[in-house]
């Protein structure tokens, strides 16, 4: 009995010695070395990778000098309001000209696929800035990612559009998934926070009413070089999807 519970002890040591050397990267190419690390323990369909759009692959405007009513402004400013700072957010992320933070970045995301895992892409962006906009804004959004070569339709996945009606609504709307996008449906929604979206998206998986229910992941890899949002996402998954392995990658770019 004793050797039996040596041996899960040292299990155990190993699975978090392996996650343990996927914590940072400097470059997206570095994540490969996480992942083959990942499929030694599981089968890559139960694998899914999420990349934090704003803070791994692309880089968005850094003002908002066509927002109604703002002449012209930085993002952080402090003396713009909430709503104001959600709407220059969102126009910089939704502007025509989107970069790539490292010009390789969709061929590492290919490679990923071509490996058999899901990959998605994670937002803070509004869904519809405007009553007017209607979804008009995310479907611009996922053609833009496409003309720098970013496709993050994941075949398993839902692609029509998901609204995760449980979470509340924000600027008319609330946090969607179209086409492999999680949009959170803002950064400044102090009534909701990345990790309830992450965690209501995994649970619709398993509800959905278009098509055959998806199976969840058993382990998430999320990338983003925001720290606390990594640390936000792994508590509220640990307490409420305690089964899934996750990998929080702190991207140093």
């Excluded at 998901?162 to 979470?167: A, H, V």
Aim: proline share 4%.
């Amino acid at each position: 009995m004793k050797l039996f519970f040596t041996i899960i002890f040292h299990m155990m040591i190993v699975q978090q010695a392996i996650f343990a050397q996927c914590s940072t990267i400097k470059k997206i190419a570095d994540i490969n070395d996480c992942i083959s690390d990942v499929l030694k323990k599981e089968n890559p369909e139960n694998i899914l990778v999420i990349f934090d759009l704003e803070n791994s692959l692309i880089q968005p405007k850094k003002d908002a000098k066509q927002i109604k009513g703002i002449a012209s402004c930085d993002v952080q400013s402090s003396s713009l309001t909430s709503k104001e700072k959600e709407l220059a957010n969102t126009h910089a992320i939704y502007g025509r000209r989107l970069s790539l933070i490292e010009k390789e970045s969709p061929l590492r995301i290919r490679d990923l696929k071509k490996r058999g895992v899901k990959i998605i892409g994670y937002t803070s962006v509004l869904v519809n800035p405007s009553q007017q906009t209607k979804n008009k804004m995310l479907f611009k959004f996922r053609e833009s990612l496409q003309k720098i070569g970013l496709n993050f339709t994941a075949h398993g996945l839902p692609t029509k559009v998901k609204p995760l009606n449980n979470l509340p609504r924000y600027f008319h709307d609330v946090p969607t998934f179209y086409h492999g996008l999680l949009c959170v449906n803002g950064k400044y929604n102090k009534a909701i926070d990345d990790g309830r979206v992450l965690v209501e998206f995994l649970r619709s998986l398993t509800h959905s009413k278009m098509g055959c229910p998806t199976s969840q992941p058993k382990t998430i890899v999320f990338v983003s070089s925001a720290i606390d949002t990594i640390n936000n996402i792994e508590k509220q998954l640990s307490s409420l999807q305690p089964s899934i392995n996750f990998i929080g990658i702190q991207y140093l770019n």
